[in-house]
């Protein structure tokens, strides 16, 4: 297994275009995540997905963002007529059960997002 | 809600140093709390885990303490390296309700030769 696999690694995009990023978790992981990070952040939870069902968002989730995670492999997170405030770090976890300790989260490398 | 806090927010020291990294959190009713590693415009790479029920984890010069009644944790580093130099970020798994991570703002180190 090579972990938590992000597509693309960096998007530039113009303002108004929509945007589509890819995540591939660890296979026999069961919990994908979203999460946001702007520079000089810590990261900041977008959503997550148990399986198929997306069980919670944040209100940092607007209308123009939507995740799916189809048949519970991979998901995908877009964000419609994107604005210069949606420049961020997109990264996406899983983890491999529902809640425990002794279960931690492994990241992607991320997907870079520039709006101009 | 859950909030992290790490102290300091930057840190520079030479080569050879030992130095402690700090994490505060306000609800001590957590699974387990992880300590990442973040490289300049790069992911998170997993440190180490401790459960809620444990007193410190290592992995070679690396040392993670966790006192969950005072709601604190500390990354120990010894020996630094200029290999070290990056963001640290520490994060709680809280128990009930929403179980996610949340995370502090991190620690950026610069381990200067």
């Known amino acids: 297994d090579t972990g938590v696999s992000q597509d693309p690694r960096h998007k530039i995009t113009k303002r108004g275009q929509n945007v589509t990023f890819r995540c591939d978790p660890i296979s026999e992981h069961n919990r994908l995540y979203w999460y946001r990070q702007t520079l000089g952040q810590g990261p900041e939870f977008l959503t997550y997905f148990q399986n198929e069902a997306q069980l919670e968002k944040s209100r940092l989730l607007s209308d123009r963002f939507s995740a799916e995670r189809p048949k519970g492999s991979f998901s995908t997170l877009e964000i419609q007529r994107t604005e210069q405030g949606d420049s961020a770090m997109y990264l996406c976890a899983s983890s491999p059960r529902v809640t425990g300790p002794n279960y931690g989260y492994t990241f992607g490398s991320g997907t870079r997002l520039t709006v101009v | 809600k859950q909030e992290v806090t790490q102290i300091p927010a930057a840190l520079s020291v030479p080569e050879g140093e030992n130095l402690v990294l700090n994490c505060s959190f306000t609800?001590?009713?957590?699974?387990?709390l992880q300590w990442f590693r973040q490289d300049p415009g790069k992911g998170l790479t997993s440190l180490l885990l401790?459960?809620?029920?444990?007193r410190e984890q290592t992995s070679g010069r690396l040392n993670a303490s966790l006192d969950k009644s005072s709601g604190r944790s500390t990354l120990y580093i010894a020996a630094s390296q200029p290999g070290d130099s990056a963001t640290y970020l520490c994060?709680?798994?809280?128990?009930?309700?929403?179980?996610?991570?949340?995370f502090g703002k991190g620690t950026k180190l610069t381990v200067n030769p």
């Open positions: 609800d001590s009713a957590i699974y387990n």
């Open positions: 994060a709680v798994l809280t128990q009930g309700g929403s179980e996610k991570l949340v």
């Open positions: 401790i459960q809620s029920s444990q």
